[in-house]
Every structure is written in structure tokens, then in C-alpha cells.
């Protein structure tokens, strides 16, 4: 039986007590009291009726006129007057006359009253005796009415202290409620903290818990700050900070071979001049300082424009990606602004001569270099502070307006969309779940994502193809019954109706919800958390899984998202290509691993291309791998 069950018994039977208790004291009370008042009535107008006769003529109609009078106007059961021998000498009798009054009560409080008796004389001789009883009916009445009323005063009473025990109940229950779902969250690894309630004890439970929670994530955090610094001594230029040529080189190819609005932007291609001299001039402390500076700034404009990433390619190269930015001349625009910004802070004159290029899937990344490079050294032939566009890769376009790209895409929708089927398995090659990136039928072909999601985030249909992806999802998992996993856009996540549409169709479909897994691209989540906690707090208790997919940049922050009960994280390629080649990598994601089973989330390898990858990785304590390297039944699926 639960403690609020146990209170309530308590109060219950305490008030039960309490009104048994008072209405067997307030009815014997009375009974004992009437009976005493009846008592001495019968008595003393016996002794009077006596007395009275006593002094009158003993002839038969007087004694029966005395007789009759006293009778009706008492109110009495019986007056009788008999002889010395017990010879009746006069009587008048009457029934009981208990009215309004149950049978059952009569028979419970029944009075026991003796009749008052006394004597008459005539003269010096004993006349006779004179037995009176009184009509006590009416203390039936009385004592049944009272009974009444304490029973009303104590159902209002009873009220009255119910309300007011469901108000203490209900103030003692919430912080119950809280220590029990903190308790929970504690056992699967949700580290959250509660208000401290107001009474003592329970405070004490819960300052405990909440100590023991945050002991929990200050560790946790400790741990991931310490990975994090092993992942950029392994990734991140020294001095700079931004990434070195191969990590930023391993992002630009695996951006071109994305599936989704990553897979097309911009590269820009920016040189300190004349670096030894810098160096001679300012000295190695000073340069380096400016060479962060520099760093600094590129990495601020990509973190602005969103989901920017930041390389130095040599000592004085730095090289910016600016996924899903298209328009170059503002793009030109704003990094010369920030570039002279930085000039102007220098003591001496600086050369920044930049070039950009726009990219998208599929192309190569070495001719994508080749351009920059090139339009680097026309801008150099210009002067130091010149910025180029450089001619990008000859391309084949689907559509070439806005209004054709926004017509093909509003038909493609109408008529349905196709979802490709890639496994993601265990150490034991069973199915997770399938990773199912969207295509849609453009030009009379089945197109991937990257082709055409930058125009679908451009012309803000993002939302209409997730809600199209979400249902084809759900007819899928009706039909094959296996779990799929699919990406949700920025956009969509950011919009309250569509997470309301797609709260209602899960709800709607249980089945299919426990085998949904929905994957939010690390970045959104760090940098919306508000949108991502709505999310999370709309959709887990509908069963379905949500995780983030990238992860590695901001590893560091995924203990601030411990308590909304994340599934499964999807480590970045970067950190999992060549694991089974350098070491640090492995040190990395076996430490990745175990912060993940602490919090008990899943750790899932992205990019696998080989079966020695795939194998170290559940070596290093990984629940899953993806990739090009992970086949199911020797094939991809889809």
C-alpha cells in the first residue's frame, strides 16, 4: 500500500473514531440525563398526587376525579391507585406514543425509568399507593433529533477536514512526486535536479538526491572536458585553435557526400601576406596572436552565418565552409568588412587577399582547392586586400529559377517521396535501425537529398518535407516492421505546428512510434536548446528515440542535455575514419563510449568504411556502426 494510501486510511479511521467516539459519549450522556430527569419527575408528582389526596375525601368520585385530572394534563403512561391488599383502587393507562422516530434506535437507546410511587394516608392509616409513570416518548424524539444534528455538525466537520487533509495530502504528494520521478530519471541516467520542498524531511531526501545528481554531472562533465582536450590536441591547430589541414579536409569531404542542405555552400580561401615579414616585424609572440585573431574572426562569421567550420591549411592559409550559404557577393561582401576590421587593428599594414567558391555534392574536393588557389593568386596580383570569386566546377543544374525549383519540388511532394534503407547494426550485425535518407523524383529521377534540400531550406518547405518524410516513415515501418531512423530539419524543429502535427501522428500510430528513430544534427541541438528541449519533451513519452547525429565538435556540451533522455549519439566521421590506425582516436571513443553508457545513451560510429574500422570500434565499447562499411547480409539495404 502507498504512503498517500496509508495517509488517507489513517485520516479516515481517525474521523470515524472521533465521530463513533462523540456519538456514543453525546447518546449515553443524554439517555443517562433523561432517564435521571424522568426519574425524579415520577417521583416528586407522585409524592404531590399523594399528598393531595391524602387530604381530600376518600370517596370514590373525588380520588376519581384527582386521578383523571393529573392524567391529562402530565402527559403520563399510567397513574393507578390501589389498595393496601393491591386491590386497584383507580387507573388510567396509555400507550406509547414514539412518532418520527425509527424502531431500531427505540431499541437502542430504550429507557429504563422506574415509576415514582407513594403512599396515601387517610388519616392515621394507609389509604392505599399511588404508582405513576411518566410518557417519556417525547425523550425519544429529543434524543433521536440530537442524534441527527451531531451527525450533520460532524458530516460538515468531516468535510471541512477532508478538504483540508486532501490540500496537506497534495502539498506532501508533489515533492513525493518529484523525489520518485528524480529517483527515476537517476535510474536511467538522468542526472536532474528538483526545488527543495518546504518540509524538512523531505527536504533533506531531496538536497541529498540533488547533491548526488550534480556530484554526477560535475564528473561527467570533467571527463567530457578531458576527452574534448584529447580531440583537439588530435584535430585543432596549436596555436590557432581552428582545425588542421587533414580533420578540415576530412569535414569538406564528408560535407560534399552528405545527404542533406551540408551537401552545397560556400569555400572561402583566406592568406596572411607575407608571413616571414609579419613575423620579423612583430615578432613570434605577436604574429602568433594575430594569427589567432584571424582565426578568431573567421570562426565567429561561420558560427553567425551557421554551422560554419574553420581550418588553417599551412601557416598562412585559413579556409572557411560555410554550409547552405549560396550568395556570394554578400557573403564577399561581409568577410571583407571583417577582414578590414583586423587590418585595422594591427600596427603595421597587412595583406588579407581572400578568394570564394561555391560547392555542392559531388564535387571534387581537390579541383574545389585548385579554384581557390588559383583565385587566391589573381587577387594577390590585385593587391593585399582584394577578394575574388573564384569560377567554380561546371555543373549541370536541374531547374534554373526559383519558381521551377519551388513548382518541381511542390509536384515531387504531391506525388510522394522514396526513402533509401542503410543499416546500422550491433557488434553482433543485428539491426538497430535502418538510417533512411530521403530522395524525391526530379527530371524523372529519384534524386538524393543533398541535391535538393538546399533549395528546400531556400525556399522554406522544409517543414512540408519533413511531415512528408514522417509518413512515408510511418507506411514503411506498417509494411516491413522494422525500425527507421530519419533527420529532422532545423527549421521544422524550430516550427511549434509542425512539432504539434508530428506529436499528433505518433500519437496516433504507438506501434510505429517505439520504432522511430529521430536523429537532430549535433550543432541545432547545442545552439537552439530551447526548440530541442520542446522537442525532446513533446515526443519521448510517445516512445519514440531522438539522438543527434555529427557529434564531436561540442561532445563537450552533451552533459547539459543528460536529463531530456537522449537514445543515441552518432559520432562524427572525423573521429572514426582510421581508428584502427591511431591511437588517439581510440583512446577518444572509448571514453566517448563510456560517458555514453553512463548516461545511458547509445554510441553509434558514422562513416565506417571497413571491417577493421567497424571491428575496433565495438572493441572500444561502441553499441553500433554505419557507413559504407557496414553491410547487412553482405549488401546495402534500400
Known amino acids: 500500500?502507498?504512503?498517500?494510501?496509508?495517509?488517507?486510511?489513517?485520516?479516515?479511521?481517525?474521523?470515524?473514531?472521533?465521530?463513533?467516539?462523540?456519538?456514543?459519549?453525546?447518546?449515553?450522556?443524554?439517555?443517562?440525563?433523561?432517564?435521571?430527569?424522568?426519574?425524579?419527575?415520577?417521583?416528586?408528582?407522585?409524592?404531590?398526587?399523594?399528598?393531595?389526596?391524602?387530604?381530600?375525601?376518600?370517596?370514590?368520585?373525588?380520588?376519581?376525579?384527582?386521578?383523571?385530572?393529573?392524567?391529562d394534563t402530565g402527559h403520563y403512561r399510567r397513574v393507578e391507585l390501589r389498595d393496601p391488599q393491591g386491590e386497584i383502587i383507580e387507573q388510567r393507562r396509555a400507550g406509547e406514543a414514539i412518532e418520527d422516530v425509527p424502531a431500531w434506535f427505540v431499541d437502542l437507546v430504550r429507557f429504563e425509568v422506574p415509576p415514582g410511587q407513594a403512599v396515601v394516608q387517610d388519616g392515621w392509616r394507609q389509604f392505599g399507593t399511588l404508582t405513576l409513570q411518566s410518557q417519556h416518548s417525547f425523550a425519544y424524539r429529543s434524543l433521536w433529533r440530537s442524534s441527527l444534528e451531531l451527525v450533520g455538525w460532524f458530516a460538515l466537520a468531516a468535510a471541512l477536514s477532508l478538504l483540508l487533509a486532501w490540500w496537506i495530502v497534495r502539498t506532501i504528494r508533489r515533492p513525493l512526486r518529484n523525489v520518485v520521478d528524480q529517483a527515476l530519471h537517476i535510474g536511467e541516467r538522468r542526472f536532474t535536479t528538483i526545488p527543495a520542498p518546504r518540509t524538512r524531511e523531505l527536504r533533506e531526501v531531496v538536497e541529498a538526491m540533488n547533491q548526488l545528481s550534480a556530484a554526477v554531472r560535475d564528473m561527467l562533465g570533467e571527463e567530457s572536458q578531458k576527452l574534448d582536450l584529447l580531440r583537439r590536441r588530435l584535430q585543432h591547430d596549436g596555436v590557432t585553435g581552428?582545425?588542421?589541414?587533414?580533420?578540415?579536409?576530412?569535414?569538406?569531404q564528408i560535407h560534399l557526400e552528405s545527404q542533406d542542405s551540408r551537401a552545397s555552400g560556400t569555400l572561402a580561401l583566406v592568406r596572411l601576406a607575407r608571413l616571414a615579414e609579419v613575423n620579423e616585424r612583430l615578432g613570434h609572440g605577436e604574429t602568433d596572436a594575430l594569427l589567432h585573431a584571424l582565426a578568431s574572426g573567421l570562426d565567429q562569421f561561420g558560427k553567425v552565418r551557421g554551422g560554419g567550420v574553420v581550418g588553417r591549411l599551412n601557416g598562412s592559409d585559413f579556409v572557411l565552409l560555410l554550409p547552405g550559404a549560396h550568395d556570394l557577393e554578400p557573403l564577399r561582401h561581409e568577410l571583407g568588412k571583417r577582414l578590414a576590421a583586423l587590418r585595422e587593428q594591427s600596427r603595421m599594414p597587412l595583406g588579407l587577399p581572400a578568394a570564394l567558391v561555391d560547392y555542392a555534392q559531388g564535387d571534387q574536393r581537390s579541383v574545389l582547392l585548385a579554384s581557390l588557389d588559383g583565385a587566391l593568386a589573381a587577387a594577390e596580383t590585385r593587391g593585399d586586400q582584394s577578394l575574388v570569386i573564384a569560377e567554380g566546377p561546371r555543373r549541370r543544374s536541374l531547374f534554373t529559377s526559383h519558381g521551377e525549383w519551388r513548382r518541381a519540388l511542390q509536384e515531387a511532394l504531391a506525388k510522394g517521396i522514396y526513402l533509401a534503407h542503410y543499416p546500422v547494426l550491433d557488434g553482433d550485425g543485428e539491426l538497430?535501425?535502418?538510417?533512411?535518407?530521403?530522395?524525391?523524383?526530379?527530371?524523372?529521377?529519384?534524386?538524393?537529398?543533398?541535391?535538393?534540400?538546399?533549395?528546400?531550406?531556400?525556399?522554406?518547405?522544409?517543414?512540408?518535407?519533413?511531415?512528408?518524410?514522417?509518413?512515408e516513415a510511418v507506411r514503411d515501418i506498417t509494411q516491413r516492421g522494422k525500425p527507421l531512423g530519419i533527420n529532422l530539419s532545423a527549421a521544422s524543429i524550430q516550427d511549434a505546428r509542425f512539432v504539434m502535427e508530428l506529436q499528433a501522428r505518433l500519437r496516433a500510430r504507438p506501434d510505429v512510434a517505439e520504432r522511430l528513430w529521430l536523429e537532430i544534427p549535433e550543432s541545432l541541438?547545442?545552439?537552439?536548446?530551447?526548440?530541442?528541449?520542446?522537442?525532446?519533451?513533446?515526443?519521448?513519452?510517445?516512445?519514440?528515440?531522438?539522438?543527434?547525429e555529427h557529434v564531436g565538435a561540442e561532445f563537450t556540451r552533451i552533459a547539459d542535455l543528460q536529463d531530456l533522455g537522449l537514445g543515441y549519439l552518432k559520432i562524427d566521421r572525423t573521429l572514426v575514419q582510421g581508428v584502427d590506425k591511431v591511437a588517439e582516436q581510440q583512446t577518444i571513443l572509448r571514453g566517448m563510449a563510456t560517458l555514453c553508457h553512463s548516461l545511458g545513451i547509445l554510441a553509434i560510429g558514422e562513416g565506417v568504411e571497413s571491417r577493421e574500422e567497424a571491428r575496433m570500434l565495438f572493441e572500444l565499447g561502441l553499441d553500433g556502426a554505419t557507413g559504407p562499411g557496414i553491410r547487412q547480409h553482405d549488401k546495402p539495404v534500400g
Request: glycine fraction near 4%; charged fraction near 20%.
Open 525 to 548: 541541438a547545442i545552439h537552439d536548446l530551447a526548440s530541442f528541449r520542446s522537442l525532446c519533451h513533446a515526443l519521448q513519452p510517445l516512445g519514440c528515440r531522438i539522438g543527434l
Open 432 to 471: 538497430l535501425h535502418f538510417e533512411s535518407p530521403s530522395r524525391l523524383r526530379l527530371n524523372s529521377e529519384w534524386q538524393p537529398a543533398g541535391v535538393f534540400m538546399p533549395w528546400v531550406s531556400r525556399l522554406e518547405l522544409d517543414s512540408r518535407l519533413d511531415l512528408a518524410v514522417i509518413d
Open 242 to 252: 581552428v582545425l588542421k589541414r587533414e580533420a578540415f579536409l576530412a569535414q569538406l
Open 1 to 71: 500500500m502507498s504512503l498517500i494510501k496509508q495517509l488517507w486510511l489513517t485520516i479516515v479511521v481517525l474521523l470515524l473514531l472521533a465521530f463513533g467516539g462523540s456519538l456514543f459519549i453525546g447518546v449515553s450522556s443524554s439517555r443517562a440525563y433523561i432517564e435521571q430527569e424522568v426519574r425524579i419527575k415520577n417521583a416528586d408528582n407522585a409524592n404531590a398526587l399523594a399528598l393531595t389526596m391524602s387530604q381530600m375525601p376518600k370517596d370514590p368520585v373525588t380520588l376519581e376525579l384527582l386521578v383523571a385530572a393529573q392524567f
